[in-house]
């Protein structure tokens, strides 16, 4: 398994965290890390998606609601919410990473973490999401 996506487990454990016990991003990681012991060189990468995630989390939160008809963002999985945060912070934000490989990779983290259900859920709004904004060219496309 490659280093992003060990990264982005990390990642989506402390953004699940913070849904249950929210506190500074900052302090949550390094919990996080004490804790399950990740290797050193996928922190950096996960630590700037998760401070990525918490930074622009009102926005995240808009797009996904935008994008999901038919569910409320609060009757979401907690972790599918987290991997949609995650996914979509990196289609908008994440220069580096075609928005495509982030859709697969979300997809497969709720094949990972979530139900049965995760993957499609997570494939089709992520899928919206990117189609909207490349229709509007509103992507804001920064290097991690």
Request: aromatic content about 10%.
């Amino acid at each position: 398994m490659g280093k992003r996506r060990k990264a982005r487990e990390l990642a989506i454990q402390v953004l699940f965290h913070l849904e249950f016990s929210p506190g500074d991003p900052d302090e949550v990681f390094d919990l996080i890390c004490e804790v399950f012991n990740p290797l050193k060189k996928i922190r950096a990468f996960s630590k700037a998606l998760v401070l990525g995630v918490c930074k622009n989390k009102p926005y995240l939160d808009e797009l996904i609601q935008q994008a999901s008809t038919n569910w409320r963002l609060e009757r979401m999985a907690r972790v599918d919410r987290c991997i949609l945060r995650l996914g979509v912070f990196e289609i908008v934000f994440a220069k580096d990473i075609p928005p495509k490989v982030s859709i697969d990779e979300s997809v497969e983290l709720g094949k990972i973490f979530g139900t049965d259900d995760s993957g499609a859920f997570i494939n089709g709004i992520l899928d919206n999401i990117y189609n909207q904004l490349e229709k509007e060219d509103r992507f804001q496309k920064n290097h991690l």
